[in-house]
């Protein structure tokens, strides 16, 4: 993501804070953390796809998701 897209986030949330927000300006607050959070959850899915778990006999295995988690 963008460091403008971030300072937008950033500036809409601050002018909800005190005088609100124009329609126009929820829609685009509502496009810009959804973009925002699939982008985080995309990089965090990757960073863990890199970790590797100890096992007691010393060797690694990757980090599995549990079932039933999203």
Do not use: C, W
């Amino acid at each position: 993501m963008e460091h403008e897209q971030i300072e937008r986030i950033n500036e809409l949330a601050r002018k909800k804070k005190t005088v609100g927000l124009t329609a126009e300006e929820l829609e685009e607050q509502a496009m810009l953390r959804a973009q925002y959070l699939k982008e985080f959850r995309a990089n965090m899915e990757d960073t863990l796809s890199r970790v590797r778990v100890e096992q007691a006999d010393g060797s690694y295995k990757p980090l599995v998701r549990k079932n039933g988690l999203n």
